[in-house]
């Protein structure tokens, strides 16, 4: 079993920055990819970035490749995500997702455990 809070949302002008942070309990965080997901009102949940077991290996959705980045820190059971120039379109409920397996990163329902969510709102 492994838990997962999320923290760092909030609201901010376009061209700023947010840093996500993901607390997860449990022994085997070190064995699960970790990837963020964000849904925004009336929109399916999207798959926004992942990051491998070791965190060498990370994978990005288009919409944020350049200005997110994601990374983990095993020793401290966390994941962040690092949000620069937000736009509008970023607002969203962010979620940290964990899993395992090795294929399909960007399917939502591949993920076995969620967060509860933290809001990002970007202001024009």
């Known amino acids: 079993q492994v838990q997962l809070v999320e923290s760092g949302g909030g609201l901010v002008q376009a061209g700023g920055s947010l840093r996500l942070s993901c607390a997860a309990s449990g022994r085997t965080f070190n064995s699960n990819v970790m990837g963020w997901f964000r849904q925004a009102p009336g929109k399916e949940r999207e798959f926004v970035a992942a990051?491998?077991?070791?965190?060498?290996?990370?994978l990005y959705a288009d919409s944020v490749k350049g200005r997110f980045t994601i990374s983990r820190d095993n020793a401290k059971n966390t994941v962040y995500l690092q949000m620069n120039n937000l736009k509008p379109e970023d607002t969203a409920l962010y979620y940290c997702?964990?899993?395992?397996?090795?294929?399909?990163?960007?399917?939502?329902?591949?993920?076995?455990?969620w967060g509860q969510g933290t809001q990002v709102t970007v202001s024009s």
């Open positions: 990051v491998s077991t070791s965190g060498r290996g990370t």
């Open positions: 997702a964990a899993r395992t397996g090795l294929s399909d990163f960007r399917n939502f329902e591949r993920y076995d455990y």
